[in-house]
């Protein structure tokens, strides 16, 4: 088993610190990369060392992977960890970091190849029997218009190489289908540098659901307790809780299963997340794979216990999961984790750059913030708004909403707008209250607002 020494982290912001905190735990030094815009950042001031990369655009700074190979390279550095987004489910990537002998704290190319990419993980799936929305088996070329009729309306158009909501559209009508095909494929090229796009069968008012998996380079392949991922804003995700009040310990068992059976027919190694669709009738559809960590990882740690970071390093380094199959699907009380965004909801959560003048984090029991900001620093346009992930643990669902509300209601920020009012109306929603959530919640909401401010 290799023991690394150093390990440079492919990322910015609160995953980078994340990252850094673990490795310091384990006793392996850290080096942070940044561009120009971050140089301020908490993960450049945490890590043992820090490398300027290039300018404020991540397609000069963190999307350059020779710039950041070079920087593993010059620094020492045995390893790479890719965070999630940016380079975190590249290939060539991954395949550049091991040409250059540096190890990638992720799955082979091979791995990112076949399940990363959504057209190739469908057809996996069905090969080994696990349900998929029907959809292309390919990504879609010039007959787009025949192969979205062949799927039918209403669809999803869906960026094959990447996850987080980008390249992602929703279309009705056939009118539709040429623009938002174009915008999707458009966000996907910005996004992945790839525009592939594969079209989708949309499920009405479906329950998201993801099981969190771990496999080492011996075999060994765990399931953890699904995640109930349903809250979202234009398929990005605002909510994450662990258990999900829709799923039952049989249903439980059959998506552990169908996630495990994915996992070992691609042979692949190190942490990942397989996502389904639950539809209102209890079916349970294959959605993608995640081939790396999830920003949402930290309701799974609080109900199992584990450090999912350790256990990528872990597998890394060729070492074996620390967890056996029957105490990784164990739950111990309930996790739900809130998207703090530096987003003016007022506004059509438009994004809010800018310096923060007051920063003021909840604490007490059962209270997690993962987090990059502090008073006085200055939020960048470039990157991706979050500002912090606020995670509440408690013995049930209620409780932890219960103090959920406490939290939100310590956490003070000034000089920029963010989400916390929404967050605060979301727990307050009966729907979510109950626990009956779809992907459509959101949306429901908004329109309620709307109907409410036109009866004044």
Same mark, same amino acid.
């Given at each position: 088993m290799t023991q690394f020494t150093k390990v440079l982290i492919a990322n910015r912001g609160e995953?980078?610190?994340?990252?850094?905190?673990?490795?310091?735990?384990?006793?392996?030094?850290?080096?942070?990369? &940044?561009?120009?815009?971050?140089?301020?950042?908490?993960?450049? +001031?945490?890590?043992? $060392?820090?490398?300027?990369?290039?300018?404020?655009?991540?397609?000069?700074? &963190?999307?350059?992977?020779?710039?950041?190979?070079?920087?593993? /390279?010059?620094?020492?550095?045995?390893?790479?960890?890719?965070?999630?987004?940016?380079?975190?489910?590249?290939?060539?990537?991954?395949?550049?970091?091991?040409?250059?002998?540096?190890?990638?704290?992720?799955?082979?190319?091979?791995?990112?190849?076949?399940?990363?990419?959504?057209?190739?993980?469908?057809?996996?799936?069905?090969?080994?029997?696990?349900?998929?929305?029907?959809?292309?088996?390919?990504?879609?070329?010039?007959?787009?218009?025949?192969?979205?009729?062949?799927? *039918?309306?209403? #669809?999803?158009?869906?960026?094959?190489?990447?996850?987080?909501?980008k390249g992602m559209r929703i279309v009705r009508e056939p009118s539709q289908l040429k623009h938002?095909?174009?915008?999707?494929?458009?966000?996907?090229?910005?996004?992945?540098?790839?525009?592939?796009?594969?079209?989708?069968?949309?499920?009405?008012?479906?329950?998201?659901?993801?099981?969190?998996?771990?496999?080492?380079?011996? !075999?060994?392949?765990?399931?953890?307790?699904?995640?109930?991922?349903?809250?979202? +804003?234009?398929?990005?995700?605002?909510?994450?809780?662990?258990?999900?009040?829709?799923?039952?310990?049989?249903? +439980?068992?059959? /998506?552990?299963?169908?996630?495990?059976?994915?996992?070992?027919?691609?042979? &692949?190694?190190?942490?990942?997340?397989?996502?389904?669709?639950?539809?209102?009738? *209890?079916?349970?559809?294959?959605?993608?794979?995640?081939?790396?960590?999830?920003?949402?990882?930290?309701?799974?740690?609080?109900?199992?216990?584990?450090?999912?970071? +350790?256990?990528?390093?872990?597998?890394?380094?060729?070492?074996?999961?620390?967890?056996?199959?029957?105490?990784?699907?164990?739950?111990?009380?309930?996790?739900?984790?809130?998207?703090?965004?530096?987003?003016?909801?007022?506004?059509?959560?438009?994004?809010?750059?800018?310096?923060?003048?007051?920063?003021?984090?909840?604490?007490?029991?059962?209270?997690?913030?993962?987090?990059?900001?502090?008073?006085?620093?200055?939020?960048?346009?470039?990157?991706?708004?979050?500002?912090?992930?606020?995670?509440?643990?408690?013995?049930?669902?209620?409780?932890?909403?219960?103090? *959920? /509300?406490?939290?939100?209601?310590?956490?003070?920020?000034? !000089?920029?707008?963010?989400?916390?009012?929404?967050?605060?109306?979301?727990?307050?929603?009966? $729907?979510?209250?109950? !626990?009956?959530?779809?992907? *459509? #919640?959101?949306?429901?909401?908004?329109?309620? $607002?709307?109907?409410?401010?036109?009866?004044?």
């Open positions: 995953i980078a610190l994340r990252v850094i905190r673990t490795l310091r735990e384990m006793g392996i030094k850290s080096v942070a990369v &940044y561009s120009e815009a971050d140089r301020t950042s908490m993960h450049v +001031r945490e890590a043992d $060392e820090a490398v300027c990369i290039g300018p404020a655009p991540a397609r000069g700074s &963190y999307l350059d992977r020779n710039a950041i190979i070079s920087a593993a /390279l010059n620094t020492g550095a045995q390893a790479i960890h890719p965070g999630y987004g940016f380079l975190s489910e590249n290939s060539d990537f991954s395949k550049a970091a091991s040409d250059a002998g540096l190890t990638f704290i992720g799955p082979r190319p091979e791995a990112i190849e076949l399940l990363g990419y959504k057209s190739t993980a469908r057809a996996l799936a069905t090969s080994h029997g696990v349900p998929i929305t029907p959809g292309t088996r390919d990504c879609v070329g010039k007959d787009f218009e025949k192969e979205a009729a062949k799927v *039918g309306y209403p #669809l999803m158009i869906k960026a094959a190489a990447g996850g987080g909501g938002e095909l174009h915008m999707a494929q458009n966000e996907a090229r910005a996004s992945f540098s790839d525009d592939g796009v594969y079209f989708e069968r949309y499920v009405e008012r479906p329950r998201h659901v993801e099981i969190q998996i771990a496999a080492d380079q011996h !075999g060994n392949v765990v399931a953890f307790p699904e995640r109930d991922c349903s809250v979202q +804003r234009r398929h990005q995700k605002l909510v994450e809780e662990s258990p999900s009040s829709a799923v039952n310990h049989g249903l +439980r068992q059959k /998506l552990a299963a169908a996630a495990i059976n994915l996992v070992k027919a691609s042979k &692949y190694y190190g942490v990942g997340t397989v996502e389904f669709l639950l539809d209102r009738d *209890g079916n349970y559809y294959f959605m993608e794979v995640n081939t790396r960590l999830q920003v949402e990882h930290p309701v799974t740690e609080l109900v199992t216990g584990m450090d999912l970071v +350790r256990e990528q390093i872990i597998i890394a380094q060729g070492g074996e999961l620390t967890v056996t199959p029957e105490k990784a699907l164990k739950i111990y009380g309930h996790a739900i984790e809130h998207r703090i965004n530096a987003e003016d909801p007022d506004r059509s959560f438009a994004p809010c750059p800018g310096m923060v003048t007051e920063w003021c984090v909840p604490g007490g029991p059962g209270v997690r913030v993962d987090t990059h900001v502090y008073e006085g620093y200055i939020i960048p346009s470039y990157y991706d708004s979050l500002m912090a992930k606020l995670i509440l643990w408690a013995p049930t669902r209620e409780l932890a909403m219960q103090r *959920g /509300l406490r939290a939100l209601g310590e956490f003070h920020v000034g !000089g920029v707008k963010t989400t916390i009012p929404f967050h605060q109306k979301i727990l307050q929603n009966a $729907e979510f209250m109950s !626990g009956q959530v779809d992907t *459509g #919640l959101i949306s429901r909401m908004a329109e309620a $607002e709307l109907a409410s401010a036109a009866r004044k």
